[in-house]
């Protein structure tokens, strides 16, 4: 029976692309029909839906020539090549299929990274304007994305009015979002407000700001003022006594481990502040239960700024929820070298699988 539902799934599957997209194997027939190519790409997609990213990357690799003529095809094999953390050859992917005329995301996404990274800020605003248009397969991010990013650009070339008038464009939706990087940009130049906007960000009632409190300390560290920051750090914990990023950081601190904390993240390396938005996004698509979408936005994040260890938690806990057991307890392995905090709750969590794979006595 089961068998039998997956084959009818398949079937209808295939018929619904034919019939949506017939110019992905309209061109070329000799070649686009053969059943090896038919069944590489059907298979890879198949994978892509299960979340079985090695997988589709082997079958859709095969079958690269799709690559001008079906941009689902695109979007996906570039999602996975992220996915898997490979990207140098994402970038090269999204070099090879990127065309002016076509509104093509993660293309745009990754080749203005790419040149933002090179510091080449003239070819990168090409691509992070393209940004803030709608495209088919990202109908939420309308000057939203492109914006935080152009204003990344321009204050990494010193343009500090420029770069907070690109914030200032992004939708009223999008304002808690846009507030955060408001404050990371007041840290990079370094503006006499910059510690009262960050005050006022976690003392915000309106949203749960209290991940940012550890934001507020590494300002604090990174100005010699660890008086302060233990202050900070003790009072958020008062208030948050769940946060795990505030327990580690408050046990960092009373061992006089600032270095630590401030190998996290530094807000004068705009890298770091753009991994951060990257991972405010992983968020939110994890909240909703789209956890392919969280890891891609987390592997860039992860890409951009690799030291802030503790946001593979995230990584962790969704590989947990696309019942990636064994992907699951290994990132929860690498958490442990963090420091205490980390260590118990990657053992639970890891403990908690084990309940579920081989019982009670191996949790224990």
């Known amino acids: 029976m089961k068998f039998l539902i997956k084959k009818i799934y398949i079937i209808s599957f295939l018929l619904t692309v034919f019939l949506i997209q017939p110019e992905a194997f309209a061109r070329d027939s000799k070649t686009q029909y053969s059943g090896e190519n038919i069944s590489n790409y059907f298979l890879g997609m198949l994978f892509v839906k299960n979340d079985q990213n090695n997988e589709a990357l082997k079958y859709l690799n095969k079958v690269q020539l799709l690559k001008d003529r079906h941009s689902k095809y695109n979007v996906e094999f570039l999602r996975t090549l992220v996915l898997l953390g490979k990207f140098d050859k994402a970038i090269a992917f999204a070099n090879s299929v990127w065309n002016k005329n076509e509104l093509f995301f993660e293309a745009d996404l990754l080749l203005g990274l790419d040149y933002f990274l090179r ?150 390396n705009p890298k770091d502040s753009i991994a951060e938005f990257f991972y405010v996004l992983a968020n939110l698509y994890s909240s909703e239960n789209e956890y392919q979408l969280s890891n891609f936005y987390l592997k860039i994040s992860l890409f951009l700024n690799s030291k802030f260890l503790t946001n593979k938690a995230l990584l962790a806990e969704n590989f947990y929820y696309q019942k990636k057991n064994k992907d699951s307890k290994k990132v929860y392995e690498s958490l442990k070298s963090i420091g205490p905090e980390y260590s118990w709750y990657a053992s639970k969590s890891i403990a908690t699988i084990l309940l579920k794979e081989k019982g009670k006595k191996y949790s224990i």
């Open 119 to 268: 510091k080449d800020f003239k070819e990168s605003e090409k691509y992070f304007e393209r940004l803030n248009k709608t495209s088919r397969y990202n109908l939420f991010f309308d000057q939203f994305v492109g914006n935080v990013l152009l204003a990344w650009n321009k204050a990494s070339q010193g343009e500090k009015d420029n770069s907070f008038n690109y914030l200032a464009k992004i939708p009223k939706r999008y304002r808690h979002l846009e507030k955060i990087q408001n404050g990371f940009l007041r840290c990079y130049f370094d503006t006499n407000d910059t510690h009262n906007f960050y005050q006022a960000i976690v003392q915000n009632e309106d949203y749960n700001f209290s991940r940012y409190n550890f934001f507020l300390t590494n300002y604090l560290l990174f100005k010699n003022n660890n008086l302060e920051a233990k202050k900070i750090i003790q009072n958020a914990r008062e208030k948050h006594n769940s946060n795990i990023l505030l327990k580690e950081t408050e046990g960092f601190l009373l061992n006089n481990n600032t270095k630590k904390i401030k190998n996290f993240f530094n807000c004068k």
